[in-house]
């Protein structure tokens, strides 16, 4: 039976491989950059901005490589460079965030989202409606799925349907964000004194 491609794939790529291997590497740098700015002891506002930074740069180096220097993706470069940072920033935001209010015992449960349940739920090797349920409306929500479907978009199908992914992302990325916000929250109640610390300090027996 004949078949008709819905979109030409570059000549490049005529595989689609590209797209297929983008997303793990974004996933990956994700988890890298929050276990980076744990790392490193960045907190509140300065852990934000650089999750957020690196995410940017991350993003315009792989539109960089895949769009100018290989030529496997054939979208607007622009809206491919955000596909990547979004990707890259949702799954920072998210492991720095867990982080920052669990310990770094966070960055592993950010990994596990991530790599164990986001990258082989993702479905971008296939498609999504090729997995089996739960797992394909599960991926579908995780950041590496949905960043799939985002960079699947813009660089075939100029942008359309990129609501649900965009709003998937920027859920990930404001929950990590806040956690980022609380983990900092937290920590300067504990060092400033506050109701834990008291309670940590005050000699048992003692009355209230």
């Known amino acids: 039976m004949p078949t008709k491609d819905v979109v030409a794939l570059p000549e490049e790529d005529p595989r689609g491989a590209a797209l297929n291997a983008g997303v793990l590497p974004m996933a990956l740098a994700g988890i890298a950059t929050g276990g980076a700015v744990t790392a490193l002891g960045l907190r509140g506002a300065r852990a934000a901005t650089a999750v957020l930074g690196t995410a940017t740069a991350i993003g315009l180096v792989a539109a960089g490589i895949a769009h100018s220097w290989l030529g496997v993706l054939a979208g607007d470069w622009w809206a491919e460079?955000?596909?990547?940072?979004?990707?890259?920033?949702?799954?920072?935001?998210?492991?720095?965030?867990?982080?920052?209010?669990?310990?770094?015992g966070g960055v592993g449960l950010g990994a596990l989202l991530l790599m164990l349940l986001g990258n082989p739920f993702s479905g971008v090797s296939t498609a999504p409606e090729l997995l089996p349920e739960p797992a394909a409306t599960l991926g579908r929500w995780l950041p590496p799925g949905a960043g799939g479907q985002l960079l699947r978009s813009v660089s075939y199908f100029d942008g359309n349907a990129v609501g649900v992914p965009l709003v998937t992302l920027g859920i990930w990325t404001l929950l990590g964000l806040c956690l980022i916000w609380l983990g900092a929250l937290v920590e300067r109640r504990r060092a400033t004194g506050g109701p834990d610390s008291v309670a940590e300090l005050r000699p048992a027996g003692s009355p209230v």
């Open 81 to 104: 460079a955000g596909a990547f940072a979004l990707v890259a920033g949702a799954g920072g935001a998210t492991v720095a965030g867990l982080a920052a209010l669990l310990g770094t």
